[in-house]
């Protein structure tokens, strides 16, 4: 990440206080609203056109506690202009244990990132 103070990062701080940008509160998202571990999530998107290639419209993370019984699901739409509407399965079987993710609720719209 570029530096995390000032230049591109999510905090600018200048005389007259501390501006938090946009990337500060996706990043205080995925700390402070994600589970702990993250489970394995399959997705099916279009595409979308991104720095000369291409990436899934509709991405998302299925995170969950020790229990497996809290579960947190965040859901981002990268087309700057189209919401997108999600269908969200979940099966209810696992084949394994969620990995332990170092960072630690559920949303199912993915509006513009814009």
């Known amino acids: ?51 000369g290639g291409k990436v899934p419209v509709v991405d998302a993370i299925a995170t969950c506690d020790d229990s497996m019984r809290d579960w947190r699901i965040a859901c981002i739409n990268r087309d700057p202009s189209t919401p997108k509407e999600v269908t969200l399965a979940i099966d209810g079987r696992m084949t394994g ?10 949303s199912v719209t993915a509006g513009p990132t814009s």
Do not use: C, Q
């Open 1 to 51: 990440m570029a530096p995390a103070v000032n230049a591109r990062g999510p905090l600018f701080v200048h005389p007259s206080g501390i501006v938090k940008r946009t990337t500060f509160h996706v990043l205080a998202m995925y700390a402070n609203l994600l589970e702990a571990n993250v489970a394995e999530s399959w997705i099916a998107s279009d595409t979308i056109d991104a720095g």
């Open 97 to 106: 244990r969620p990995r332990r993710s170092s960072a630690a609720r559920k």
